[in-house]
């Protein structure tokens, strides 16, 4: 329902949004995630997840390699309880986190913004962690809380669009930076 807002309002003009349900599956994600990176060799890749604990929009700054214990859907759960087995234990998104949250709080929505650094070892994290170490970092996980508590599918639509408005935004201007960065 939010990204179907999302879709509704739209990103800047020079932007093309291309916009995904990732089922939640573990093996499907190791799927998917390196397919649409492949299909679309995008700019920046943004996962959104339902947090029944979350009750701000929230900005997950890392992914994390293992502990993922929890079944999912299939009933599946990795073996090794890791997403990339010799991966690094964390990885962070090149996104600055704080800026954009500091940035997004001073639009004046109607949306609390808040930061956080663990995903929840589940498939949200596990999707993220994935995503990072496919994209060496261009990639942003942000948490909503379940419709209605308390923001409305709309607001959390503008909030979102925002938020991704503003990471293009930073992302566009610390390229050169970023490529100095990640010299692997």
């Known amino acids: 329902v939010v990204f179907q807002e999302l879709e509704k309002l739209g990103l800047r003009e ?3 949004l291309h916009v995904y349900e990732v089922p939640v599956e ?5 799927r998917l995630i390196p397919a649409l990176w492949k299909k679309h060799s995008p ?3 943004v996962h959104v997840g339902v947090s029944g604990m979350a009750t701000t929009v929230t900005l997950e700054k890392c992914g994390h390699n293992v502990g993922y214990k929890g079944l999912d859907n299939c009933r599946f759960c990795p073996g090794s309880q890791c997403c990339v ?3 690094p234990e964390c990885i962070d998104s090149i996104i600055d986190m704080d800026t954009v949250c500091k940035r997004v709080s001073a639009l004046g ?3 609390a913004v808040t930061i956080s650094k663990d995903a ?3 498939l949200c994290d596990f999707t993220y962690y994935t995503s990072l170490y496919q ?26 669009q925002a938020i991704v408005e503003e990471m293009l935004d930073l992302l566009e201007h610390s390229e ?9």
Do not use: M, W
């Open 109 to 111: 929505l109607d949306v």
């Open 43 to 45: 700019q920046l890749v």
């Open 14 to 16: 020079d932007v093309d």
């Open 176 to 184: 050169d930076k970023i490529n100095c960065q990640h010299e692997h």
């Open 120 to 122: 929840g070892r589940y």
């Open 135 to 160: 994209s060496r970092g261009r990639s942003a996980f942000v948490h909503v809380p379940p419709l209605g508590k308390p923001y409305s599918a709309e607001q959390l639509g503008r909030a979102l």
């Open 85 to 87: 087995e010799g991966g």
């Open 26 to 30: 573990y093996q499907t994600v190791q």
